[in-house]
Nanobody, 115 residues
Framework: QVQLVESGGGLVQFGGSLRLSCAAS????????MGWYRQAPGKQRELVAL???????NYADSVKGRFTISRDNAKNTVYLQMDSLKPEDTAVYYC?????????WGQGTQVTVSS
């Protein structure tokens, strides 16, 4: 059974930083593509960042240079380091993995950036 548990969200001021964590069970994060997505109120869920099994990464244009996705294989955890946060980064952030034809999501963690 695949489970993804996010943590690390909160309230931060403009220009601040947060680190989100996604602890996985039922899968080995290093052999799957792991992703972070976000959904702001009234908007569709959007891709933020991906980390592939080989370690390469991909980012949405809106977060390039500010966010960094990484993983700790020993802890089976994926991280999203978010720096230089802006009010438009306010959203619920979700961890994601696709295993075969199944798409798994965590429960989400709220990030709020005040101006």
């Amino acid at each position: 059974q695949v489970q993804l548990v996010e943590s690390g969200g909160g309230l931060v001021q403009f220009g601040g930083s947060l680190r989100l964590s996604c602890a996985a069970s039922g899968i080995i994060v290093s052999i799957y593509t792991m992703g972070w997505y976000r959904q702001a109120p009234g908007k569709q869920r959007e891709l933020v960042a991906l980390i592939f099994s080989g370690g390469s990464t991909n980012y949405a244009d809106s977060v390039k240079g500010r966010f960094t996705i990484s993983r700790d294989n020993a802890k089976n955890t994926v991280y999203l380091q978010m720096d230089s946060l802006k009010p438009e980064d306010t959203a619920v952030y979700y961890c994601n993995v696709r295993v075969s034809t199944n798409n798994y999501w965590g429960q989400g963690t709220q990030v709020t950036v005040s101006s």
